[in-house]
T-cell receptor
């Protein structure tokens, strides 16, 4: 149980285009979902927290107009990187939590490369 | 400010050589200490949650323990497939976020 999927696993896009990443909780309903970014050999950096049906809460320094998050249902959240630039290239990982204060389960990650 | 420090940064062991990974933390009102395993190019895989000092949890060759200031992840007779980065994280009562340490890269030599 507690499986989280992400799609796509890898994406290459050209500078200036937008990319959407989907995160789904497959066998549970997630009241809260989280989006992280990870650079090589670094730990996870929280970008934003989203609750179903409400606006996401972004961490300090994360541009909300650039990283659009939608938590449309209890099993789906999307992250759209708008007008991507090479510096946005990174490993993006989503996480979902079934219960308030409980464990978070992570997706397999999406490797974004912007050329 | 909530903080998590993991040591060592990297550890190389021979197969069968037991050891421990350390996670020191400062947090306002601990509401959970979490251990995850992360393989290269993958998302973290949940291992354990500990809530109070004295608590212990085990899974196969791994055992996690918790005191008021730190947690240990003991690995007994490790195998090469245990090679991974092990992440420690805490949630306090300040907010809903979990704070991650930088991880310990564990390499088990056959």
């Amino acid at each position: 149980g507690a499986v989280v999927s992400q799609h796509p696993s890898r994406v290459i896009c050209k500078s200036g285009t937008s990319v959407k990443i989907e995160c789904r909780s497959l066998d549970f309903q997630a009241t809260t979902m989280f989006w992280y970014r990870q650079f090589p050999k670094q730990s996870l950096m929280l970008m934003a927290t989203s609750n179903e049906g409400s606006k996401a809460t972004y961490e300090q320094g994360v541009e909300k107009d650039k990283f659009l998050i939608n938590h449309a249902s209890l099993t789906l959240s999307t992250l759209t990187v708008t007008s991507a630039h090479p510096e946005d290239s990174s490993f993006y990982i989503c996480s979902a939590r079934p219960d308030m204060g409980g464990e978070q389960y992570f997706g397999p990650g999406t490797r974004l490369t912007v050329t | 400010e909530d903080q998590v420090t993991q040591s060592p940064e990297a550890l190389r062991l021979q197969e069968g050589e037991s050891s421990s990974l350390n996670c020191s933390y400062t947090v306002s009102g601990l509401r959970g200490l979490f251990w995850y395993r992360q393989d290269p190019g993958k998302g973290p895989e949940f291992l354990f949650t500990l809530y109070s000092a004295g608590e212990e949890k085990e899974k196969e060759r791994l055992k996690a323990t918790l005191t008021k200031k730190e947690s240990f992840l003991h690995i007994t007779a490790p195998k090469p497939e245990d090679s991974a980065t092990y992440l420690c994280a805490v949630r306090g009562n300040r907010d809903d976020k979990i704070i991650f340490g930088k991880g310990t890269r564990l390499h088990i030599l056959p």
